[in-house]
């Protein structure tokens, strides 16, 4: 397990980038509504897979499953996209699954609160897996079906909260979400990180 947390790039990413289409907003201590006044443009959550500049794959994962929330449905994901990639603007004419705000200080996003508004696809696959599916850097939502640990689910409980590293004195990210797998089992799925360093990475199968 990495003891760095980079699970919130993508959403701070997606927040920067939606920064000049709002530049008539004030932005002191501005809090702006997911999905009524911002969206993310990607398909899978803030957690990954996404890949770093040096190529190191992030996921939310415990060592030894990775999960893989989906915010919006499977079926909107693009079978060529590389999920790898984030950022897709065809993203936004699908449904969204989740709800909430960004809060910005001078223009710049400082945290967010999210909440599951309707039963949300959670992937799970062996960690060791995912890294070798991505080591290509793509990895397509065929291929994620491909795998041979593939366990689908749908979470009826969703919340995800996170203040940034480097505009909080101290970054604090909280995940978690439980529901049910295609086979009948329940899952429990939790991530904390305070000050970049995971101090919990639970994903439970009962």
């Known amino acids: 397990m990495k003891t760095e947390c980079l699970t919130h790039l993508r959403f701070v990413a997606a927040a920067l980038l939606t920064i000049p289409l709002l530049a008539s907003v004030s932005w002191a201590n501005e809090r702006l509504v997911v999905p009524g006044d911002i969206q993310p443009d990607f398909y899978t959550a803030s957690g990954g897979p996404f890949l770093l500049p040096d190529g190191t794959t992030v996921a939310l994962n415990d060592g ?62 062996k960690w060791s897996e995912l890294q070798a599916a ?60 305070v000050n970049l360093k995971f101090t919990q990475a639970q994903i439970v199968f009962k």
């Open 64 to 125: 030894e499953w990775a999960a893989i929330p989906f915010w919006r449905p499977i079926q909107c994901v693009p079978l060529d996209f590389n999920l790898l990639e984030t950022f897709d603007p065809r993203a936004l004419s699908c449904p969204l699954f989740i709800a909430g705000f960004l809060e910005f200080k001078d223009g710049v996003p400082i945290s967010w609160e999210l909440q599951g508004v309707a039963p949300l696809p959670i992937w799970f696959v």
């Open 134 to 193: 991505t080591a290509d850097g793509e990895l397509t939502i065929v291929e994620l079906a491909s795998l041979d640990s593939l366990q689908t689910g749908t979470a009826t409980y969703y919340q995800d909260q996170n203040h940034l590293f480097g505009l909080h004195p101290v970054s604090h990210l909280t995940l978690v979400a439980r529901g049910k797998l295609k086979d009948g089992r329940s899952f429990d799925l939790r991530v904390i990180e």
